[in-house]
């Protein structure tokens, strides 16, 4: 039995009609550019998420991106960020000129830990950016309690946690900005590159919207040097169908998530995640640890990645190198992050799509077990 890592086909056709619907819609009336259906997809998810704010991008790196140009974030300024993160974290940082700042992770839930974050703090931190990895929601009573004893804006790099929430609030709510992503392989997927910034801020958020379109205001008349921040009319009108089913998406994966856990829990060789109690998380990834002698040649998760593709099943590493160990950040000098490096030689992600069936999770449970009874 096959189990791609992710299958995005069955979740669209199941919309199909809509989406044809969609997209008769935009080549009826050739607004192809921000305009209505951007405006009513974005006002759909200022509901969902009960943000004041929420502005259509062009991808969630570019939502990082004006994210950190409204906050005027630039040369000289310091960010702080996890090193264990897709690149797109740092990167966005660095983009502006700011220095990412990189700190460690909290083991257990893979997110930035606030004792590191806050062993970052100098004179020049403007910003923290913590990331709601594969998920579940980064503890943001801490972090805002640290941002804000020592005046530090907040940016939420919530790609991976559109719907996730802790404490009832929505990720993405909790900082100046939440940052979320609409790549198809996130938990509300895309037909491309798509993003979105929300905000409880009216400066900000005019700001941002400001700068989405170069910074014009009116248009030709620049205050400000924005980019091309834009989300295309088809992209929203194709998502907006899609937005209502998300917890459905979400409560699948959960399910999913419920099941492994407990088709897994006698496998002594393997950590498998957790919630917090606090948290409703959406399980964008399914991350599996399999420890690690601190100079282990071959590491059992390559391992196990190897028995898994040898029975078609799909899955990944998500992410084989931390940030603070990329070339092009040597520069930053950063401060050691052990448990980011040993996350980085553990993890593997294994499928939680929504749509996964029982059939194929047991094959997939089943798969792992025989592995971690012959380790
Ligand atoms: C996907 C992702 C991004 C970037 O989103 P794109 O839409 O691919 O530009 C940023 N941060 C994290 C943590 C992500 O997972």
């Not at 804006?153 to 990720?171: M, R, S």
């Not at 979400?250 to 829990?265: N, P």
């Not at 948290?279 to 002698?293: D, E, K, S, V, Y």
């Amino acid at each position: 039995m096959k189990v791609p890592l992710l299958d995005l086909n069955q979740q669209n056709q199941a919309l199909a009609p809509e989406l044809r619907a969609a997209f008769d819609r935009v080549l009826g009336h050739g607004q192809f550019i921000l305009g209505n259906e951007v405006a009513q997809f974005e006002e759909a998810c200022a509901k969902e998420l009960n943000a004041r704010h929420a502005i259509a991008v062009s991808s969630g790196t570019d939502a990082l991106l004006l994210a950190l140009m409204t906050l005027g974030i630039g040369p000289g300024d310091e960010v702080i960020c996890p090193s264990f993160s897709f690149f797109a974290t740092a990167g966005a940082i660095a983009r502006v000129g700011a220095k990412p700042i990189f700190a460690d992770i909290c083991p257990t839930t893979f997110n930035l830990d606030p004792q590191s974050a806050e062993s970052r703090i100098t004179q020049r931190t403007k910003a923290i950016m913590p990331v709601h990895l594969f998920g579940q929601t980064a503890d943001m009573a801490a972090l805002l309690d640290l941002a804000q004893k020592h005046g530090l804006c907040v940016i939420e790099d919530a790609a991976q946690a559109f719907g996730a929430e802790q404490n009832g609030q929505a990720a993405g709510t909790y900082g100046d900005f939440g940052c979320f992503s609409f790549f198809p392989s996130k938990n509300l997927g895309g037909f491309g590159d798509g993003g979105l910034v929300t905000t409880n801020d009216d400066d900000l958020a005019e700001r941002a919207r400001i700068l989405r379109v170069h910074g014009g205001a009116p248009k030709y008349y620049h205050a400000m040097i924005g980019g091309n921040f834009r989300c295309d009319a088809l992209q929203a009108a194709l998502l907006a169908p899609k937005l209502p089913h998300h917890r459905n998406y979400r409560e699948a994966r959960a399910s999913h998530a419920a099941f492994y856990q407990e088709a897994l829990v006698g496998c002594s060789t393997i950590t498998l995640p957790t919630a917090k109690p606090e948290n409703l998380h959406i399980w964008n990834q399914f991350t599996l640890r399999l420890p690690a002698g601190k100079s282990a040649q071959e590491l059992p998760r390559d391992l196990l990645k190897a028995h898994l593709a040898a029975h078609d099943i799909g899955s990944e590493i998500y992410y084989p190198v931390p940030l603070h160990r990329q070339e092009c950040f040597a520069y930053c000098e950063s401060d050691p992050c052990p448990e980011s490096d040993q996350a980085a030689r553990e993890v593997l992600s294994i499928p939680v799509y929504p749509e996964l069936s029982s059939a194929q999770r047991e094959h997939v449970a089943a798969t792992i077990r025989a592995f971690a009874t012959e380790a």
